[in-house]
Protein backbone atom coordinates (compact mmCIF):
# COMPACT_ATOMS: atom_id res chain seq x y z
CA UNK A 1 0.00 0.00 0.00
CA UNK A 2 1.08 3.37 -0.97
CA UNK A 3 0.32 6.69 0.26
CA UNK A 4 1.53 10.15 -0.83
CA UNK A 5 1.20 13.38 0.94
CA UNK A 6 3.34 16.79 1.30
CA UNK A 7 1.11 18.29 -1.96
CA UNK A 8 -0.36 21.83 -1.70
CA UNK A 9 -0.92 25.44 -3.38
CA UNK A 10 2.49 27.11 -4.11
CA UNK A 11 3.54 30.02 -5.85
CA UNK A 12 5.65 29.97 -9.70
CA UNK A 13 9.15 29.74 -8.45
CA UNK A 14 8.71 27.94 -5.34
CA UNK A 15 9.46 24.23 -4.21
CA UNK A 16 7.39 21.95 -2.82
CA UNK A 17 7.95 18.46 -1.49
CA UNK A 18 6.13 15.17 -1.90
CA UNK A 19 6.35 12.20 0.21
CA UNK A 20 5.28 8.83 -0.25
CA UNK A 21 5.06 5.95 2.42
CA UNK A 22 4.90 2.51 1.22
CA UNK A 23 3.82 -0.67 3.85
CA UNK A 24 5.30 -4.02 3.45
CA UNK A 25 8.72 -5.39 3.91
CA UNK A 26 9.77 -5.72 0.43
CA UNK A 27 10.07 -1.83 -0.54
CA UNK A 28 13.57 -1.74 -1.67
CA UNK A 29 12.86 -4.88 -3.79
CA UNK A 30 10.37 -2.50 -5.78
CA UNK A 31 11.63 0.88 -8.51
CA UNK A 32 9.39 3.79 -7.78
CA UNK A 33 7.95 5.86 -9.59
CA UNK A 34 5.87 9.51 -9.70
CA UNK A 35 2.97 10.34 -12.17
CA UNK A 36 0.68 13.17 -12.54
CA UNK A 37 -1.80 14.23 -14.00
CA UNK A 38 -3.68 17.12 -15.07
CA UNK A 39 -7.86 17.99 -15.59
CA UNK A 40 -8.57 16.59 -19.08
CA UNK A 41 -5.36 14.77 -19.34
CA UNK A 42 -3.61 11.47 -19.28
CA UNK A 43 -1.54 10.49 -16.49
CA UNK A 44 1.77 11.38 -17.08
CA UNK A 45 5.21 10.17 -16.20
CA UNK A 46 7.25 12.44 -13.82
CA UNK A 47 10.39 10.69 -12.97
CA UNK A 48 11.33 6.72 -11.78
CA UNK A 49 14.28 5.69 -9.52
CA UNK A 50 15.95 2.01 -9.50
CA UNK A 51 14.82 -0.18 -6.35
CA UNK A 52 18.23 0.64 -4.80
CA UNK A 53 18.43 4.64 -5.58
CA UNK A 54 21.26 4.38 -7.24
CA UNK A 55 20.07 5.85 -10.71
CA UNK A 56 16.93 8.19 -11.31
CA UNK A 57 15.25 9.25 -14.30
CA UNK A 58 13.60 12.13 -14.66
CA UNK A 59 11.47 13.05 -17.79
CA UNK A 60 12.43 16.37 -20.20
CA UNK A 61 9.83 18.23 -18.66
CA UNK A 62 10.84 18.28 -15.09
CA UNK A 63 14.36 17.53 -15.64
CA UNK A 64 16.97 20.07 -13.95
CA UNK A 65 13.98 21.43 -11.61
CA UNK A 66 12.65 18.17 -10.14
CA UNK A 67 14.89 15.18 -8.09
CA UNK A 68 13.38 11.53 -7.35
CA UNK A 69 14.84 10.46 -4.27
CA UNK A 70 14.39 7.63 -2.02
CA UNK A 71 15.18 6.15 1.59
CA UNK A 72 15.01 2.51 1.94
CA UNK A 73 14.74 2.54 5.62
CA UNK A 74 11.91 4.85 5.82
CA UNK A 75 9.89 2.65 2.94
CA UNK A 76 9.65 6.13 1.06
CA UNK A 77 10.25 7.98 -1.54
CA UNK A 78 10.18 11.54 -2.42
CA UNK A 79 9.51 13.93 -5.44
CA UNK A 80 11.45 17.30 -4.56
CA UNK A 81 9.93 19.96 -7.00
CA UNK A 82 11.85 22.92 -7.35
CA UNK A 83 10.83 25.88 -9.67
CA UNK A 84 7.43 25.18 -10.20
CA UNK A 85 5.65 26.58 -13.34
CA UNK A 86 1.75 26.59 -13.44
CA UNK A 87 1.96 23.75 -15.70
CA UNK A 88 2.99 21.71 -13.03
CA UNK A 89 -0.34 21.64 -11.53
CA UNK A 90 -1.78 18.26 -11.22
CA UNK A 91 -2.64 15.48 -8.88
CA UNK A 92 0.70 13.56 -8.59
CA UNK A 93 0.51 10.15 -7.84
CA UNK A 94 3.46 7.56 -6.79
CA UNK A 95 3.77 4.05 -7.76
CA UNK A 96 5.68 0.58 -7.45
CA UNK A 97 6.83 -2.05 -10.00
CA UNK A 98 9.85 -3.71 -10.71
CA UNK A 99 11.65 -4.45 -12.47
CA UNK A 100 12.38 -0.13 -12.78
CA UNK A 101 14.64 -0.89 -15.85
CA UNK A 102 11.69 -2.83 -18.12
CA UNK A 103 9.19 -0.73 -17.27
CA UNK A 104 10.62 2.77 -16.57
CA UNK A 105 8.10 5.26 -17.78
CA UNK A 106 5.30 2.98 -18.59
CA UNK A 107 1.74 3.55 -16.42
CA UNK A 108 1.19 0.05 -17.20
CA UNK A 109 4.37 -1.62 -15.87
CA UNK A 110 3.86 -0.20 -12.12
CA UNK A 111 1.65 -2.91 -10.09
CA UNK A 112 0.70 -0.87 -7.00
CA UNK A 113 -0.48 2.93 -6.54
CA UNK A 114 -0.97 5.88 -4.16
CA UNK A 115 -3.96 7.59 -3.84
CA UNK A 116 -2.45 11.11 -4.81
CA UNK A 117 -1.86 14.47 -3.76
CA UNK A 118 -2.36 17.61 -5.27
CA UNK A 119 -0.61 20.11 -6.39
CA UNK A 120 -1.83 23.96 -7.40
CA UNK A 121 0.73 26.17 -8.50
CA UNK A 122 -0.50 29.53 -9.06
CA UNK A 123 0.91 32.59 -10.84
Known amino acids: QLQAFGGGLVQVGGSLRLSCAAS????????MGWFRQAPGKEREFVAC????????YPSDSVKGRFIISRDNAKNTVYLQMNSLKPEDTAVYFC??????????????????WGQGTQVTVSS
Open 95 to 112: AAGRPILSIGGRREGYLY
Open 24 to 31: GQAFNTYG
Open 49 to 56: IRESGGRT
